[in-house]
């Protein structure tokens, strides 16, 4: 029976240590400045065109208003 539960709790095991180990990596918030000099960065070298295409909306839209 033992031998049959091994392999799957070896598996459970990589994936929580997996998720302990990207859960101590993840990139901080900083401040929105850091967001938006990445957005900056990314929009200079047309970075989320390429991933996306044209149609990648970057701009603001007001709540409340159905007209964009």
């Known amino acids: 029976m033992f031998e049959l ?7 459970v095991l990589f994936f929580l240590v997996l998720a302990i180990i990207w859960r101590n990596n ?3 918030y ?13 929009t200079q070298d ?6 996306w295409g044209e ?6 839209y007001p709540s409340g208003g159905g007209e964009y």
């Open 26 to 28: 993840a990139r901080k």
């Open 46 to 51: 047309k970075l989320l065109e390429r991933l």
């Open 5 to 11: 539960l091994f392999p799957f709790f070896l598996i």
């Open 30 to 42: 900083i401040s929105s400045g850091t967001v938006a000099s990445a957005y900056d960065a990314w």
């Open 55 to 60: 149609h990648i909306h970057l701009g603001f």
